[in-house]
């Protein structure tokens, strides 16, 4: 299978709730229940010491406002990034969010990088 071949919608009913997990586990600092929706290779590329200090450190990460704005979706070989205009409920400005997704081995849909810039 491949995400790219999905229209926009049925993408977003994958992507929106697993953004809202993302948000909502990073606010609480909850790794485990974080990472849970993550792809075999972005796991192994993670580095848990430098993940749990970011979690216990980023002001940004554990302040994220759960309204978010969608901005769009960009389809590249076998994945799919969705972008998001996110804000803190503690500091002033607007970030990037993003989110690629994609099938694993299994024909399930992980996450294969996600990040707020």
Partial sequence: MNIIDKSEDEILAIA?????????YSNEGEYGKFIRHFSYDLLFGLNEVEIGK?????????????????????????????L???????????WLGRMVLGYNQDDE??????SIF
Avoid: C
Avoid at 16 to 24: A, F, G, N, Q, V
Avoid at 84 to 94: L, N, V
């Fill in 16 to 24: 929106h709730p697993m953004w809202e997990d993302l948000i909502k």
């Fill in 109 to 114: 849909v992980k996450i294969f990088g996600a």
């Fill in 84 to 94: 998001y205009r996110m804000r803190s409920t503690r500091k002033e400005g607007e």
């Fill in 54 to 82: 970011q979690f216990a450190k980023s002001e940004l990460t554990r302040s994220l406002d759960p309204d978010y704005d969608y901005l769009g979706l960009i389809r590249r070989n076998k994945h799919v990034t969705v």
